[in-house]
């Protein structure tokens, strides 16, 4: 770090969370203050197209004119901002968090020492220069003003160890490090937590927790939080920048770590009870290739020992989805041959924080199934992709994950919520993703099939429908929308790029061919209130599509949506979309199901070709599309009827009001409101 300038700097959202308002309101402030008294304090630089705004300036003029919510901002000032390092950020970032380390080892301010004896109190600490002490050095003569930042900042955060998690949250959203890429969100890391926290209660007390990645930094602080009391902890003794970031933040939270011995080749050794916990890529090597991955997971499986336990997270395009090369693809079978591959679960999206749509996986590792022959050898597979992480899920499937490492018996004796059980030897004949099948609705799979066909028999009952049901024999069946399209069991026909003029709001049928966009499949648009005519549609558009009896029109944002066009012809306006299914061989596809498993998905899932959809037993397709036309039609007359009484009220409160007319005092009354 070469330059002298050590002021503290502040983007506008950095002054909006020292003030505790919204961001819009800090460009009102600067806007409508401009021609008073106390106008908003000028840019002093601009980086990356951002301006930025001098700390100990902003603080003074919050506290002058008493804007914000508070009443400490000069104070809390440096705790929101960062130092001008001009073009150096990463650096900064380094040097800084190497000193909040130095304070919090040494319990004491910075401020006050000299250059040299900044560095010889960082030797002192970190006399093997595992750490810090190259980061202290690289600092160099500004090292005592940005001593006095480091005290400033801990002070305002009131400790080291929160002044560290705001320097990397600013860090992140300066988009410095090209791990940034692979930071979890919160619900990813509590899940990857909360197993195992779960798992090592089956463990002796004296179990460790092993991060052989050496970068997990997040997935560790968040399990030492989680776990009351000591918690021993290894991780690799890499020496990049991540591995050095990991060390210190662990050392200011207080987390005593053990060296891990890691060869070149990646193999390791760790004795006795462990947990294993790794996210690949992993920060320190974020261009990690499938191959790479999987032979780092091999590595942990190599020096596994039945009282050793792991948890994986990679992408699901590594760790469950068809599509790998030659060699990953070995690899990862020769690693479920092993029988150590005890639950796979694919993940939804938005478990990455910039990576919201790249789909995750995890992989929980444990002994293999010694008492069960091999070819009767499983494992415990899940699908989750359209259910959004909660609490009440990942309590859920963490307690799935835990029955899935116990014996044949205990395994067998768990009531599932979101896995079944999947031979070992049918996840390596299989060509699609390896968590095929495996449940996707929770709604079914809460009830036992009895209690299902009991609740079904007394709601039929109520409404009179002539349904009959009892428990099934067979196995429910699902495939991605990839699978049955490259099947040939379903078709994808975008929608027409219709311009804005060409449409005809308020139209009837006289008027033209029904439009079908997003807004009528949102149901926002009542479904033929707009029209296209139809000579016009023939002239403009020759290559133009309809849809056929039976079609799925769907779209995928604002969130996944999706009705079945039960009459046909209607012009689909892109982005909304089409899916046919092929009559010829549907393989159990249905458009009444397909429709609804679309829409039951949670928003920010638009990438549809991995969207899971259920498939109908061949011998119950037709019934059960009988008994769905059957229910319609019901709930058809069911909302004429309710349009009747509602029609039927207001002409009754009108007549009566005017005195049009009057009611007999004797007539019957039903029921109360």
Same mark, same amino acid.
């Given at each position: 770090?070469?330059?002298?300038?050590?002021?503290?700097?502040?983007?506008?959202?950095?002054?909006?969370?020292?003030?505790?308002?919204?961001?819009?309101?800090?460009?009102?402030?600067?806007?409508?203050?401009?021609?008073?008294?106390?106008?908003?304090?000028?840019?002093?630089?601009?980086?990356?197209?951002?301006?930025?705004?001098?700390?100990?300036?902003?603080?003074?003029?919050?506290?002058?004119?008493?804007?914000?919510?508070?009443?400490?901002?000069?104070?809390?000032?440096?705790?929101?901002?960062?130092?001008?390092?001009?073009?150096?950020?990463?650096?900064?970032?380094?040097?800084?968090?190497?000193?909040?380390?130095?304070?919090?080892?040494?319990?004491?301010?910075?401020?006050?020492?000299?250059?040299?004896?900044?560095?010889?109190?960082?030797?002192?600490?970190?006399?093997?220069?595992?750490?810090?002490?190259?980061?202290?050095?690289?600092?160099?003569?500004?090292?005592?003003?940005?001593?006095?930042?480091?005290?400033?900042?801990?002070?305002?955060?009131?400790?080291?160890?929160?002044?560290?998690?705001?320097?990397?949250?600013?860090?992140?959203?300066?988009?410095?490090?090209?791990?940034?890429?692979?930071?979890?969100?919160?619900?990813?890391?509590?899940?990857?937590?909360?197993?195992?926290?779960?798992?090592?209660?089956?463990?002796?007390?004296?179990?460790?927790?092993?991060?052989?990645?050496?970068?997990?930094?997040?997935?560790?602080?968040?399990?030492?939080?989680?776990?009351?009391?000591?918690?021993?902890?290894?991780?690799?003794?890499?020496?990049?920048?991540?591995?050095?970031?990991?060390?210190?933040?662990?050392?200011?939270?207080?987390?005593?770590?053990?060296?891990?011995?890691?060869?070149?080749?990646?193999?390791?050794?760790?004795?006795?009870?462990?947990?294993?916990?790794?996210?690949?890529?992993?920060?320190?090597?974020?261009?990690?290739?499938?191959?790479?991955?999987?032979?780092?997971?091999?590595?942990?499986?190599?020096?596994?020992?039945?009282?050793?336990? =792991?948890?994986?997270? &990679?992408? #699901? *395009?590594?760790? !469950?989805?068809?599509? +790998?090369?030659?060699?990953?693809? $070995? @690899?990862?079978?020769?690693?479920?041959?092993?029988?150590?591959?005890?639950?796979?679960?694919?993940?939804?999206?938005?478990l990455l924080t910039r990576k919201h749509q790249q789909l995750q996986a995890?992989?929980?590792?444990?002994?293999?199934?010694?008492?069960?022959?091999?070819?009767?050898?499983?494992?415990?597979?899940?699908?989750?992709?359209?259910?959004?992480?909660?609490?009440?899920?990942?309590?859920?499937?963490?307690?799935?994950?835990?029955?899935s490492l116990g014996t044949q018996s205990t395994v067998r004796a768990h009531?599932?919520?979101?896995?079944?059980?999947?031979?070992?030897?049918?996840?390596?004949?299989?060509?699609?993703?390896?968590?095929?099948? =495996?449940?996707?609705? &929770?709604? #079914? *799979?809460?009830? !036992?099939?009895?209690? +299902?066909?009991?609740?079904?028999? $007394? @709601?039929?009952?109520?409404?009179?429908?002539?349904?009959?049901?009892?428990?099934?024999?067979?196995?429910?069946?699902s495939s991605t929308m990839h699978e049955l399209l490259t099947a040939g069991?379903?078709?994808?026909?975008?929608?027409?790029?219709?311009?804005?003029?060409?449409?005809?709001?308020?139209?009837?049928?006289?008027?033209?061919?029904?439009?079908?966009?997003?807004?009528?499949?949102?149901?926002?648009?009542?479904?033929?209130?707009?029209?296209?005519?139809?000579?016009?549609?023939?002239?403009?558009?020759?290559?133009?599509?309809?849809?056929?009896?039976?079609?799925?029109?769907?779209?995928?944002?604002?969130?996944?949506?999706?009705?079945?066009?039960?009459?046909?012809?209607?012009?689909?306006?892109?982005?909304?979309?089409?899916?046919?299914?092929?009559?010829?061989?549907?393989?159990?596809?249905?458009?009444?199901?397909?429709?609804?498993?679309?829409?039951?998905?949670?928003?920010?899932?638009?990438?549809?070709?991995?969207?899971?959809?259920?498939?109908?037993?061949?011998?119950?397709?037709?019934?059960?599309?009988?008994?769905?036309?059957?229910?319609?039609?019901?709930?058809?007359?069911?909302?004429?009827?309710?349009?009747?009484?509602?029609?039927?009220?207001?002409?009754?409160?009108?007549?009566?009001?005017?005195?049009?007319?009057?009611?007999?005092?004797?007539?019957?009354?039903?029921?109360?409101?």
């Amino acid at each position: 770090m070469t330059t002298t300038d050590t002021s503290l700097l502040m983007t506008m959202s950095d002054i909006a969370s020292l003030a505790h308002v919204q961001r819009p309101v800090v460009s009102v402030w600067r806007s409508r203050s401009a021609d008073t008294d106390t106008p908003f304090p000028t840019p002093v630089s601009r980086q990356r197209g951002i301006d930025l705004f001098d700390a100990d300036q902003v603080g003074s003029w919050l506290d002058r004119t008493g804007r914000g919510n508070n009443r400490d901002a000069p104070a809390d000032a440096a705790a929101y901002a960062v130092l001008d390092a001009r073009h150096e950020d990463e650096t900064a970032f380094r040097g800084v968090t190497a000193l909040l380390t130095l304070r919090a080892a040494t319990e004491h301010a910075l401020g006050g020492y000299s250059t040299a004896e900044l560095v010889d109190l960082a030797d002192e600490q970190d006399p093997d220069d595992d750490m810090l002490f190259r980061e202290v050095e690289a600092i160099g003569d500004n090292l005592p003003a940005v001593a006095g930042y480091v005290d400033a900042l801990v002070e305002a955060a009131f400790g080291p160890a929160p002044a560290f998690e705001r320097m990397l949250t600013d860090r992140f959203k300066r988009s410095l490090g090209d791990e940034g890429d692979l930071t979890l969100s919160r619900s990813a890391i509590d899940l990857m937590a909360e197993t195992v926290t779960a798992l090592r209660l089956t463990q002796p007390a004296s179990s460790v927790l092993v991060d052989p990645t050496g970068s997990a930094s997040d997935l560790v602080v968040a399990i030492h939080s989680a776990e009351p009391g000591e918690l021993p902890v290894m991780t690799a003794n890499d020496y990049t920048p991540t591995a050095r970031l990991q060390r210190r933040r662990l050392m200011v939270h207080g987390i005593v770590r053990t060296g891990l011995e890691v060869h070149p080749s990646g193999a390791f050794a760790v004795d006795g009870a462990a947990v294993h916990v790794a996210q690949y890529p992993s920060a320190a090597r974020p261009t990690m290739t499938p191959a790479e991955m999987l032979s780092n997971i091999e590595q942990i499986v190599l020096q596994m020992t039945d009282d050793q336990l =792991a948890v994986v997270l &990679a992408p #699901a *395009s590594v760790l !469950s989805d068809p599509g +790998l090369s030659h060699e990953a693809e $070995q @690899l990862r079978s020769s690693l479920l041959r092993s029988g150590r591959v005890r639950a796979i679960v694919r993940l939804p999206a938005g478990l990455l924080t910039r990576k919201h749509q790249q789909l995750q996986a995890l992989w929980v590792l444990g002994a293999a199934h010694t008492e069960v022959a091999l070819a009767d050898r499983y494992a415990m597979v899940a699908d989750l992709i359209a259910t959004p992480v909660n609490d009440v899920v990942i309590g859920d499937l963490v307690s799935d994950l835990v029955a899935s490492l116990g014996t044949q018996s205990t395994v067998r004796a768990h009531a599932f919520r979101f896995a079944r059980l999947v031979l070992t030897r049918s996840l390596l004949a299989s060509r699609r993703h390896l968590v095929a099948g =495996a449940r996707t609705d &929770a709604l #079914a *799979s809460a009830q !036992s099939a009895a209690a +299902l066909a009991v609740t079904i028999d $007394q @709601l039929a009952d109520q409404v009179n429908a002539d349904l009959a049901v009892e428990p099934a024999s067979e196995p429910a069946r699902s495939s991605t929308m990839h699978e049955l399209l490259t099947a040939g069991h379903l078709h994808y026909i975008p929608g027409n790029r219709i311009a804005a003029d060409d449409m005809i709001a308020g139209a009837t049928d006289a008027d033209g061919i029904r439009l079908i966009g997003p807004a009528e499949v949102a149901a926002t648009t009542q479904l033929g209130h707009r029209r296209i005519d139809r000579l016009r549609f023939a002239a403009q558009y020759p290559a133009g599509r309809v849809t056929e009896p039976g079609d799925v029109v769907f779209c995928t944002s604002p969130r996944p949506a999706a009705m079945v066009d039960t009459e046909g012809t209607s012009v689909v306006v892109f982005p909304a979309r089409i899916l046919r299914i092929e009559q010829t061989d549907p393989n159990g596809l249905l458009d009444a199901v397909l429709a609804a498993d679309i829409a039951a998905l949670p928003p920010g899932h638009r990438r549809w070709r991995a969207w899971p959809v259920r498939q109908v037993a061949l011998n119950q397709r037709a019934a059960l599309a009988d008994a769905l036309t059957s229910l319609r039609w019901e709930q058809k007359l069911a909302r004429e009827r309710l349009g009747q009484l509602d029609q039927l009220t207001d002409l009754l409160m009108a007549g009566v009001t005017a005195g049009t007319i009057t009611l007999a005092s004797d007539a019957p009354s039903k029921g109360t409101t």
